[in-house]
T-cell receptor, first 110, second 118 residues
């Protein structure tokens, strides 16, 4: 079974721009969660989608948004990028309790 | 407020010996606990999990122990191998068995760097 895939793997953007990241979950998994990893804050939960609905949201500003499609694929969008948004963005899919992570997208904001 | 804490930033162990990684939590709603292994610039790899209705779970060389009264869990790796060298994260979630639900949200500790020397 194929694992979680994320595209792109690396991205460089300029402050003020917006970015869209994509995540394809493991086949059959309907829940997709997004996390941000930075050296200072560790792994922080952004939001979770299930059956195209956001069920849970972390403590991030409204510039961070997401959506899920009918095939369970998910996208997250960050608008008006700030330097502090530079991070590894991880998505994870789950069927029951365990979450399985993708390789992440490394976003650098200059 | 850090609800999941790994107080040891690093641990160094000789190959063949036991590695013990520790994790403490404060939120009584947490009822499901997981351990992940992570290499730089990669996503975390799931290792083992335990529900709050159990106090021990084994999978090969990995055993997780849960002490609910102390709000403490530990991961034992026996025997340790050089390939086990990585950052280990414990994570917790509230799946409804302890009165709260946090759909799809894992709360992570800060991680412990494990180095296994040949």
């Amino acid at each position: 079974k194929a694992g979680v895939t994320q595209t792109p793997r690396y991205l460089i953007k300029t402050r003020g721009q917006q970015v869209t990241l994509s995540c394809s979950p493991i086949s059959g998994h309907r829940s997709v969660s997004w996390y941000q990893q930075t050296p200072g804050q560790g792994l922080q939960f952004l939001f979770e989608y299930f059956s195209e609905t956001q069920r849970n949201k972390g403590n991030f500003p409204g510039r961070f948004s997401g959506r899920q499609f009918s095939n369970s694929r998910s996208e997250m969008n960050v608008s008006t990028l700030e330097l502090g948004d530079s991070a590894l963005y991880l998505c994870a899919s789950s069927l029951l309790g365990e979450q399985y992570f993708g390789p992440g997208t490394r976003l650098t904001v200059t | 407020d850090q609800q999941v804490k790994q107080n040891s930033p690093s641990l160094s162990v000789q190959e063949g010996r036991i590695s013990i990684l520790n994790c403490d939590y404060t939120n009584s709603m947490f009822d499901y606990f997981l351990w992940y292994k992570k290499y730089p610039a990669e996503g975390p790899t799931f290792l083992i999990s335990i529900s709050s209705i159990k106090d021990k779970n084994e999978d090969g060389r990995f055993t997780v122990f849960l002490n609910k009264s102390a709000k403490h869990l530990s991961l034992h790796i026996v025997p340790s191998q050089p390939g086990d060298s990585a950052v280990y994260f414990c994570a917790a979630s509230a799946n409804g068995n302890a009165g709260g639900t946090s759909y799809g949200k894992l709360t992570f500790g800060q991680g412990t760097i494990l180095t296994v020397h040949p």
